[in-house]
């Protein structure tokens, strides 16, 4: 019930291979917005919008968690949550305030100065009055089918609803230090009527409260295929009548131009809620609006129609899989046509940005700002050490000895994954899975003398390092008569030069509640794009300070890969930041 632990992903549970609702709903509106935005990484300025709707959804489920005391009416129960709704919505206003200070890149016209807290209370107003019609509907049933339960003290699903009081579920328990020795309960626990008795208003709120993502548990509470390539995070299941309705809570209106993508994400969720085996079948999907309080409803899918999207979506996650490699191209050329639909788009569909620049819209096209426009239209010139992005060494095959194996233990991202090593004459070379699952059979391998065919070359902590995947294989090498690349030959460093693209920041807890920080900025060198992270201690002042436009030239990066395209690392000891001044003189950082 309806979270989970990644059968194949890592803690934080969130693979660029794996498909979701929200990576389906972009792919179907727009295969290369997906490939940009999703799979190559690139962002667009932050604005309010996208922080207004993750901390008014936080609120509202802090407004549901609370457990009334008696109350004599619908109006009462009304006037008492418009409180709690008031208090939650200054919170929520803090918050969001505080993440968008953090944001290094904003829309030039967004000023935090312009939201107000009334408008966040009434949105969490509404959505508390479309919580009530489920209460008022639930009274209306004298508590429904699980009321009994509920006063004997049983709670009638595998994982009940988050409540304030209540211990929370966390889907890695063992992970949580002293988990059963907080103290979660409150000063006034909740009191359940005897059975037999008519239903009380404030057990109907108990007994009417859905399930939705606890905001005391920091671990993630996703849904996840049990062949690991899907995953999905609810925001609200709704239950009390013994029905199953899936509920995706949304800022807006419906008339907005995302608004077409909520029957598909629905769809998306309630197929894998179907294939994680979860508790009932999904009978009713609904989407609730908080800025216009509307409820907008669908019939689930048939068990034909469940059926008929095991192919379509395995077949969508297939071709995001395939789709790029390397380095990426960008602008494309509006008119060029290839299988990987990496050609720019009109820009019509929601979304669209770096999807639609090509070479025929370079002067409006995007989200770049002037300074970026401006040097995207003169070009990049690349001056010695440095390399193009498209000469960085890519596939290789390596020969030697497999002499140990390990795993599945945690990478640089903190999932796990396979390993081995392999030895040729006195060197040695670890191998590893680019990601979880990507490579499951890195142990099966019957032959001790092998050739690694079309590995990634990498290095970690300044270690070469080989990264596997669906495009690597395993041969004996009494089966290949190629030369193949000498461990210390391999490139595992790079020197490159671009202007900054897009530039974002993210930060957590890991499934131990250790923090955990990454930024990411993309460069371009005039024809492609790569992702250069940094992590912790690797995150300069300067580099939180870049803004799109900026030249940066990277000396000794360290090369991976990501979802088999090149993401460069930033080591802390070993790389070198120099930015070009306009007399083209660089200074060292």
């Known amino acids: ?23 389906l709903t972009t792919y179907l509106r727009c295969p ?27 609120a509202l489920c802090r407004v549901m968690m609370h457990r009334p005391g008696p109350m004599e009416s619908l109006d009462s129960l009304r006037t008492w949550a418009y409180e709690l709704s008031q208090h939650e919505a200054q919170t929520a206003w803090e918050e969001g305030e505080e993440v968008w200070n953090r944001r290094l890149w904003k829309r030039d016209d967004s000023d935090w100065s312009t939201v107000e807290v009334d408008d966040y209370c009434q949105k969490i107003r509404n959505g508390v009055d479309l919580f009530l019609e489920e209460v008022e509907a639930c009274f209306n049933e004298n508590g429904g089918p699980y009321v009994d339960a509920y006063r004997s003290g049983t709670i009638p699903f595998k994982v009940p609803s988050p409540a304030w009081g209540e211990v929370p579920q966390f889907p890695v328990p063992e992970k949580v230090r002293s988990l059963q020795a907080r103290d979660w309960s409150v000063d006034h626990p909740f009191i359940w009527q005897s059975k037999g008795e008519n239903i009380h208003w404030n057990e109907a709120w108990e007994i009417a409260r859905p399930w939705f993502k606890d905001p005391r548990v920091h671990q993630p509470q996703r849904m996840f295929h049990p062949d690991g390539w899907a995953a999905g995070e609810l925001d609200l299941v709704v239950r009390w009548d013994g029905n199953i309705r899936l509920v995706d809570i949304k800022s807006g209106h419906s008339g907005s131009s995302f608004s077409e993508s909520l029957q598909h994400q629905l769809r998306f969720y309630a197929w894998l809620w179907s294939r994680t085996n979860e508790e009932g079948t999904v009978q009713k999907m609904e989407g609730w609006y908080l800025s216009s309080k509307e409820r907008i409803d669908y019939i689930a899918p048939s068990e034909k129609e469940l059926t008929s999207m095991d ?17 990426s191209m960008i602008p494309a050329n509006p008119s060029q046509n290839n299988a990987d639909h990496l050609h720019a788009c009109s820009g019509e569909a929601a979304g669209c940005g770096w999807c639609s620049v090509s070479t025929e819209n370079l002067e409006t096209a995007g989200p770049m700002n002037d300074a970026t426009r401006q040097t995207m239209m003169q ?42 090593m392999l030895k040729a004459g006195e060197a040695t070379i670890a191998i590893e899975e680019a990601e979880p699952g990507s490579f499951s059979h890195l142990h099966e ?7 690694i065919k079309n590995a990634l070359p990498g290095v970690w902590r300044d270690q070469p390092r080989l990264y596997v995947d669906a495009e690597s294989t395993i041969v004996p090498q009494s089966q290949i008569d190629i030369p193949s690349t000498r461990i210390g030959l391999l490139r595992t460093r790079a020197n490159v030069e671009g202007i900054v693209l897009s530039i974002r920041q993210q930060s957590g807890k890991r499934l131990d509640e250790r923090p955990w920080s990454m930024l990411a900025f993309h460069l371009w060198d005039g024809s492609h794009v790569v992702e250069v992270v940094a992590f912790g201690s690797a995150i300069s002042e300067r580099i939180l300070n870049l803004q799109p436009g900026e030249k940066i030239r990277l000396i000794g990066a360290e090369l991976g890969w990501r979802a088999g395209l090149v993401q460069l690392r930033i080591d802390v000891r070993k790389t070198r930041i120099e930015l070009p001044s306009p007399s083209f003189a660089s200074k060292s950082i």
């Open 1 to 23: 019930m309806p979270v989970g632990v990644p059968p194949k992903g890592g803690p934080l549970g969130r693979s660029r291979s794996r498909l979701s609702a929200s990576g």
């Open 32 to 58: 290369r917005q997906w490939y940009l935005t999703r799979k190559v990484g690139l962002s667009s300025p932050s604005s309010i919008g996208q922080v207004t709707g993750i901390v008014i959804e936080d």
């Open 311 to 327: 192919e379509e979506f395995f077949r969508i996650n297939q071709e995001m899989r395939e789709m790029g490699e390397g380095a």
């Open 379 to 420: 070009g990049v010139e690349i001056q010695s050490p440095c390399m193009p992005f498209s000469n960085i060494p890519s596939r290789v095959d390596v020969a030697g000895d497999l002499i140990a194996q390990w795993g599945p233990m945690p990478n640089h991202f903190n999932e796990p994954v396979l390993g081995a």
């Open 445 to 451: 391998s019957e032959e001790t003398k092998v050739v």
